[in-house]
């Protein structure tokens, strides 16, 4: 099997280049002038990547030291275009799950090849591009130097992010990938995980935001990146422990299982956990002691978000669906814009002073009040705090309108954009289904 090691060629190859005055000598030993030898080993890279009739699986990690773990890609190249595919494809407006973006790639030399896709494909780019709510990108990359290459795996690191990169060729339709990753990312709800890796007992908590696994034995813990796969999750290094190195674990969509040879870790919710459909319904809110509103939750992103529709004919709130706790949480949001103004649905701590915040993550989550008659859900705290102007710590039990710009903030008062004429939320106390 030819395979081409990248740092070795490249090495030979400047050590040629510099060697000037020994040129005789080297035109002896080699045919090829360095730069011939370059241009063949890209042709080289190019053949291999186009020679895959279904093409490749990118397994792509994210922020400083893959803090935002993996996600993944499918690649098929012809000789100047790729077709990509992503498992966030859905999350693109009018786009299936399944679908593809075709934009051009290049292999150049950079002290060492380089894959680069230097049209904009938004799939591609969706870590890269700066936004408003990330003006520095989320730590992805479009450019990759190309370490190690063999028709069964290539090695790539992040121009920007310094990050691993993998491409392996794909056994089954790109389609057919990117919907297993899909439905994997979909059912795996493990919060906790225990068992054995060999002879090593293990436990540990999966996190499903960050994409990162960790597991802990007596003598330590690693907090490790993953990317979902149709079969389970993908590791970005292989840990050994017990005597046994893994990689890639199956997971069992019925048991919550975790396996790989003689590795088995058993998978389980908190208590208290409830699947994502449960919500779904219509309900009335109750805040301020007697105020009340018929508020609507409708399923959005499955497993991931719902949208809450009825305090206002203007907007509808975001809820988040977390797969580990099984709670929707209700977080401060942007919800329109007046003038030059941005209007944000903002957590207020009335019992803290009245302290205001609108950072993302600030809010609150729903919880099942199992003593209650009927379906009822309670608002509580979902663990974020902030401090006031007098250093006290503060959690939300109400929310209110803010308007702000660049220069200044102020309590919007408009009863336009309230309910019951007020556009503040005060004491939120509970939904109880109808």
Known sequence: ???????????????????????????????????????????DVKSILVAEENGWVMKCYVGSNASSGGF?????FSSSDAEVGFEYA?????????????????????????????????FIHYFSTPSSAYYQAMG??????????????????????????????????????????????????PYYINGKIGTESVKGTVSYDTRHIRISTESGSQNIPFCFVP???????????????????????????????????????????????TYAGDYTLKYAGSFTADITLTPAVTNSTYVLSGLNKKYTLELKYNMQTGKLMLYSQLIGAVGDYSIYFSAWALDCGGSITWAPLSGMMLEKNTEAEGTVYDFVPNGYVWRNASGTKCTPDSFILIASNSV????????????????????IESITKK
């Open 231 to 277: 079969d389970g999750i993908s590791l970005y290094y292989p840990i050994e422990l017990g005597g046994v190195q893994i990689q890639e674990l199956k997971y069992d969509m019925q048991t919550m299982k975790l396996s790989a040879e003689s590795v088995e870790l058993q998978g389980a919710v908190p208590e208290g956990w409830l699947p994502y459909d």
């Open 90 to 122: 859905s999350n693109f407006n009018g786009m299936e799950q399944d679908a593809t973006i075709t934009s051009l790639y290049k292999v150049t030399d950079d002290n060492g090849p380089v894959l680069s896709f230097d049209t904009y494909n938004s």
């Open 408 to 427: 200044e903030a102020y309590y919007y008062d408009d009863p336009a954009w309230g309910t019951n004429g007020y556009p503040q939320w005060p004491y």
């Open 140 to 189: 992805g990359d479009f450019e990759f130097e190309i370490v190690d290459i063999s028709p069964d795996k290539i090695e790539m690191i992040g121009r920007r992010s310094r990050n691993q990169v993998t491409l392996e060729p794909l056994e089954m339709t790109g389609s057919e990938y990117i919907n297993g990753v899909v439905e994997m990312a979909g059912s795996f709800n």
């Open 1 to 43: 099997m030819r395979k081409i090691r990248i740092i070795a060629i490249v090495s030979t190859l400047l050590v040629v280049a510099a060697m000037s005055s020994c040129q005789k000598e080297d035109n002896m030993a080699f045919e090829k002038s360095a730069t011939e030898r370059l241009n063949d080993m890209i042709e």
């Open 72 to 76: 993944v890609y499918t690649l098929k």
